[in-house]
């Protein structure tokens, strides 16, 4: 709780400071120090590229898409990123920065607000990662936006203080719009309309937490209420649009779309404009300030050199007379006259364009039931002016507060969906997350209105009963239950197991399992790095996953899951399959594999277990499997923790705790 919101407002922007310079100093100083061929082994730069016009976006931004021949490399480039483009130093001030609408195998497209320089069109472009200044910014401009309110702006700051408590009025009438929901879902959304300011949805692993979101967005809806939807990531942007769509809910998603679906593509805001006369008025008048700046290029630009104090009135009358002034012949002065009546009509031309573009953007919107966009596009410029009566932030406890308040501004009353107990919102700044900026809204809110304010889902459709209990037991106070659809599905393979091991391993009635290598394995570190791996660990991992794909089993279907990034390079050079997914925790969340083998890599003497004394990453890792849970480790090492201890005499008691 916070006495003031000078106080709450000086701590977030404070800590949004730290994480922008830490962002900034992290890739400034990969750039200065590492070859260009480091930081792209790292996913942070694409080089050898070509860039190819790719015509007019919205609001008239220049589109480059740029390609290689042989594919990209694996890069953490995504939808939405800022990027910059460069030809040989990557930190010239001069280079442009775009944003990235497009990433496909082969080619990355990038919105530029400018016309970008010649050389983006010629070979060897490297493009880079870089900070997106913009969304700070707007995190910023969130938090000052609370200092100075009024009316019911200031029980709304009361609330995210902490000392005014949510209100609730109790409904009579309440039917589902959609038939298929369980108890848990149903109370979820009739909830969210008896909240008059704040509701949480608690959605732990498999339970539905989207598809209670969607029927909360519906019941709204339905009751003619302005709707925003958003989350902090695009993929989760576009999973509540294929919702809502599938549901027959008019949405609209503002934004660059990371799954470039038709489903999806469809519904954007970019997509819609191209239907309607006005816009296509003003893709006219883009293309004709285009020829303008082109005609320009043959004239003089008034530049200090030519104008010597002269205003535009005075070049302009100057050359209607045929004079020169100040020592510039009359010439010149023509020519400069020229280059600024040009400029006129372009400054006519691209307004009337943002007009027409407008009241394009105003019909859709209109039109639409729910506009759909991340946390950081909901403080766009399209969206100044706008509000709505209910906000739903879906994936809340990914999103920072300060990231969470950019939506909160525009709404009467929020509805947040997420769960706690899952990882946090990545944070760079070790300083900044110290400090606070790694809690999140939706956890801080839980603490100081009490459990009044959540409905938790009780119901899972994802994983096998025994897969579901332990995670239940520990994480959510026993209350999870398995739906009769997944209770008991178990995994059943097609051939012979190989060994006694093997055949333990994929017995359908071993549902999880825990290899043991109690010490006989040493983790290790590589030279420079912060990561941790395990090779002998590694090339278990890798006998059972080739085994289960000799056995039938789709690498599509199987997942690898570790928690260090070095261990998970080596599995994949040990495990070079098509289709099978390795990743790091943090790359799971959210997903779900029939089978999911699990390397806990720490094996020590000193019962060092690190970062995995970070609980809510091994309830996301236990939590993926549908069918069988494999998981290898040193129970020496991790016992020195007491869930783990209690997790591996879980696997013990039945009878599926295999000693390596």
Known sequence: MFSDYGSYGKKYSRLVEMEREEEMKRHTTEME????????????????????????????EHMVEFKIKEGLPDNEIFVGDLVMVSKEDPLDSNNPTGTVTKSTDYSITVSFPGKPPEFVFEGGVRIDLYVNDVTFQRMLKAIDSFQVVVGRE?????????????????????????????????????????????????????????????????????????????????????????????????????????????????????????????????????????????????????????????????????????????????????????????????????NTAKKLEDKAVEKILKDSEVVCT?????????????????????????????????????????????????????????????????????????????????????????????????????????ELEADESVADHTLDVSGKPSGKHMESIFDPDNVVLFLDSHGKWSESRRTGSKSIENEKEAAQVKKIVDEAIDLGVSPEDIGVISPYDDQVELLKDMLDTEGLEIKTVDGFQGRQKDVIVVSFVRSNEQGNIGFLE?????????????????????????????????LIDYVDEKGSLIKL
């Open 154 to 350: 200031m029980y709304k700051r009361g609330i995210i203080l902490g000392n005014m408590e949510p209100r609730f009025e109790e409904i009579e009438e309440f039917e589902v719009k959609n038939d298929k929901l369980d108890e848990s879902q149903k109370k979820a959304a009739k909830r969210s309309l008896e909240a008059k300011d704040l509701m949480l949805i608690h959605g732990p692993p498999g339970t539905g937490k989207t598809t209670a979101l969607i029927e909360a967005i519906e019941q709204h809806v339905e009751r003619k209420k302005k709707v925003l939807a958003t989350a902090d990531s695009n993929v989760a942007v576009d999973n509540m649009v294929d919702f809502l769509v599938n549901r027959g809910v008019k949405a609209v998603r503002i934004g660059h779309p990371v799954r470039v679906t038709e489903s999806i593509r469809e519904h954007t805001l970019d997509h819609m404009v191209q239907e309607n006369k006005d816009h296509q008025k003003a893709q006219e008048l883009w293309e004709r300030s285009d020829e303008l700046s082109d005609e320009q290029e043959d004239y003089t630009f008034p530049s200090g050199k030519w104008r010597r104090g002269m205003d535009n009135k005075k070049i302009k009358k100057l050359a209607d007379k045929g004079k020169g002034s100040k020592g510039v012949p009359p010439d010149r002065i023509k020519s400069m006259a020229m280059w600024i009546k040009l400029q006129e009509e372009k400054k006519r031309v691209i």
């Open 33 to 60: 120090n590492m070859s260009p061929e480091e930081r792209q082994s790292k996913g942070r730069a694409v080089l050898d590229l070509k860039g190819k016009d790719d015509g007019r976006g919205f609001r008239g």
């Open 374 to 478: 991340t946390n950081s596009t909901a403080g766009s410029e399209l969206m100044d002016g706008r509000d709505f009566d209910v906000l739903f932030i879906d994936e809340a406890t990914q999103a920072t507060e300060p990231s969470c308040l950019i939506p909160i501004a525009k709404a009467e009353k929020t509805v947040m969906a997420g769960d706690h107990k899952q990882l946090p919102p990545t944070i760079i700044s070790q300083e900044a997350s110290e400090g606070g900026l790694g809690d999140t809204l939706f956890e801080r809110m839980l603490e100081s209105h009490g459990d009044g304010i959540k409905e938790m889902l009780e119901k899972q459709y994802r994983m096998n009963t025994d897969i579901m209990n332990f995670s239940s037991q520990e994480f959510y106070d026993g």
């Open 614 to 646: 970070d609980l809510r990453r091994l309830n996301v890792s236990i939590t993926r499997a549908r069918k069988k849970l494999i998981m290898v480790g040193d129970s020496e090492t991790l016992k020195h923790n007491e869930t783990y201890s209690r």
